[in-house]
C-alpha cells in the first residue's frame, strides 16, 4: 500500500523560508517521478513542481527561482525548499506520485504566509 506523508507546514512571514518533506512507504521513489501541488482556499488544486526519476525538475512560473524540489532516495523523501514566500503561496500543499497509472496523493501540509 502506498503512502505519502507531507510534513514541514506552518506559520511563516512574508520572505520567510520553509521545508517540506514527503516520506514514501510502499514505493522506491528512485523510480518515480514525484510532484509536489498546492491548493488554495476557493482554489483548483494546482501543479507546483516535479522531479523525475533522472532528476529532472520543473517548476510552476509563479514558484521559479523560490522553490527548489529535491529527493533524497536513500530516505526515500522527497523535499520542496521554500523561499521568499508570498501571502499567495498560502494553501495547503500535497505529494503526489503514480502508482499503476493510479494518482496517490497525502493529506496535505497548510502553509500560511502571513503579511
Known amino acids: 500500500q502506498v503512502q505519502l506523508v507531507e510534513s514541514g507546514g506552518g506559520l511563516v512571514q512574508v520572505g520567510g523560508s520553509l521545508r517540506l518533506s514527503c516520506a514514501a512507504s510502499?514505493?522506491?521513489?528512485?523510480?518515480?517521478?514525484m510532484a509536489w501541488y498546492r491548493q488554495a482556499p476557493g482554489k483548483q488544486r494546482e501543479l507546483v513542481a516535479t522531479?523525475?526519476?533522472?532528476?529532472?525538475?520543473m517548476y510552476a512560473d509563479s514558484v521559479k527561482g523560490r522553490f527548489t524540489i529535491s529527493r533524497d532516495n536513500a530516505k526515500n523523501t522527497v523535499y520542496l525548499q521554500m523561499n521568499s514566500l508570498k501571502p499567495e503561496d498560502t494553501a495547503d500543499y500535497y505529494c503526489?506520485?503514480?502508482?499503476?497509472?493510479?494518482?496517490?496523493w497525502g493529506k496535505g501540509t497548510l502553509v500560511t504566509v502571513s503579511s
Open positions: 503526489n506520485t503514480k502508482y499503476y497509472n493510479m494518482d496517490c
Open positions: 522531479i523525475t526519476s533522472l532528476g529532472r525538475t
Open positions: 510502499g514505493i522506491f521513489i528512485r523510480v518515480k517521478d
